[in-house]
Every structure is written in C-alpha cells, then in structure tokens.
C-alpha cells in the first residue's frame, strides 16, 4: 500500500513558476514509476509526465515539455514537478500517480495503482 500526498499548488501568474512536491509513504518508494497528471474542469484526467523507479528515465506531454521538469529522491520518498513559464491553460487540479511498473515509462491512467488527493494550480492571465 502506498500513499501519496501533493503539495505546493496556488496561485500563480502567467509566466511565473511553481515547485509542487508529492511525499510517498512505503518502504519501497524504488519500486514504482511515478507520474503526474492534471485535471481541469469539465476535462478528462490528463498524463503530464512520468520517471522511472530509478529516476533514470522521464517522458513528458508534449504540453508541458521544456517548461516542467519531474524528478524524484528516494532516499526522501519524493517526487516532484518544477513547472516554469506557466501558462493560463495549465490551471488545473494535478495529481501524482504511483504505478507499480517501475522501470517502464508508463502514461496511461490505468496503469497506475495509487493516487495522491490533488493539488489546485490556478495560473491567472
């Protein structure tokens, strides 16, 4: 059983940046993919970005790619997403994921086992 926490989210403006961090509970942080997805309203959930178990391979949406950066320290069971440039059309609630398929890059919802509650990121124009 694993459990994530997200935090960090608020109020940002366009173009500022935001650090959002997810805590894992569990001895075997290693052992799972991590991602993060993002949910804005009246929208379907939606993959961001996802890194290995190992932290030695990350993929990321073509939305988000060279403005967010995902990355993980097991030592600390965290994972987190630096997001820079943001945008009005990133507003949404983002969610970290824990998927049991540690060493594959895993994108789709149904691959993963365990969910954080949610974080509002609010970017105003």
């Known amino acids: 059983q694993v459990q994530l926490v997200e935090s960090g989210g608020g109020l940002v403006q366009a173009g500022g940046s935001l650090r959002l961090s997810c805590a894992a509970s569990?001895?075997?942080?290693?052992?799972?993919?991590m991602g993060w997805f993002r949910q804005a309203p009246g929208k379907e959930r939606e993959f961001i970005t996802t890194i290995t178990g190992s932290g030695g391979s990350r993929y990321y949406a073509d939305s988000v790619k060279g403005r967010f950066t995902i990355s993980r320290d097991n030592a600390k069971n965290m994972v987190y997403l630096q997001m820079n440039s943001l945008k009005p059309d990133d507003t949404a609630v983002y969610y970290c994921?824990?998927?049991?398929?540690?060493?594959?890059?895993?994108?789709?919802?149904?691959?993963?086992?365990?969910w954080g509650q949610g974080t509002q990121v609010t970017v105003s124009s």
């Open positions: 569990g001895r075997t942080f290693s052992s799972y993919a």
């Open positions: 994921g824990a998927s049991g398929r540690a060493s594959t890059i895993v994108v789709r919802i149904a691959e993963y086992d365990y």
